[in-house]
Structures are given as structure tokens and as C-alpha cells.
């Protein structure tokens, strides 16, 4: 059974970095588009950064510039390196992948099949 588990979440100072990765199990990483989003309480689930076979990669503009999104096909993970985190970036941070996501659905949470359970990023101020 498909299974994605995220990790590196944690509570980090506004400019600090973290680092999330997102294992998979039960097969590999070998689909079309691998994404992170993220929610913040009582919000939608926001599009974050997303990659594709390829290596084509695709940020939201208020993560543009500050996170790297990668993908290790022999380690059969994703990351997601944060850098300069701000309060807003507070959230639920989820990975996802989607067998067959066409490009002007990447952005959009429904075009993913898989998720994991999500890891919590805390920035103070």
C-alpha cells in the first residue's frame, strides 16, 4: 500500500531553516509530479512547490527565492529545504504525488492522488 511520511517539521525563529522530507513506501517515486503544500488553521490547503519527472520545479510566489523543493529517485524521497522562514509560513506542511498530473493542475491539491499526514512548521516572530 502506497504510503508517504513526512518529517523535519519542527518550531524555528523567523530566518531560520528547516528541512521536511517525505518518504515513500510500497513503491517508488517514479510518478509524474511530486508537491508540497501546506494549511494553516481554519485556511485551504495552499500549493507550496512542486517537481517533476525531469526535474522541472514550480514555487508559489511567497515561497519563491526561499525554498528549494528536490527529489532523490535512489532514496525515494522529496524534500523541501526552507530557508529565511517567516510567522506566515506556519502550517501543516504535506507532501503529495500524482500519478498523470497535467501542468495546469499542479498547483491544484485534487490533481494529487497520494498524501501523507503532514508535518507541523511553527515560525515565531
Known amino acids: 500500500q502506497e504510503q508517504l511520511a513526512e518529517s523535519g517539521g519542527g518550531l524555528v525563529q523567523a530566518g531560520g531553516s528547516l528541512r521536511l522530507s517525505c518518504e515513500a513506501s510500497g513503491r517508488t517515486l517514479t510518478r509524474n509530479a511530486l508537491a508540497w503544500f501546506r494549511q494553516a488553521p481554519g485556511k485551504e490547503r495552499l500549493f507550496v512547490a512542486a517537481?517533476?519527472?525531469?526535474?522541472?520545479?514550480y514555487y508559489a510566489d511567497s515561497v519563491k527565492g526561499r525554498f528549494i523543493i528536490s527529489r532523490d529517485n535512489a532514496a525515494n524521497t522529496l524534500s523541501l529545504q526552507m530557508n529565511s522562514l517567516k510567522p506566515e509560513d506556519t502550517a501543516v506542511y504535506y507532501c503529495a504525488e500524482g500519478p498523470g498530473v497535467i501542468l495546469s493542475s499542479i498547483r491544484t491539491p485534487d490533481a494529487y492522488a497520494y498524501w501523507g499526514q503532514g508535518t507541523q512548521v511553527t515560525v515565531s516572530s
Open positions: 517537481i517533476r519527472r525531469g526535474g522541472y520545479t
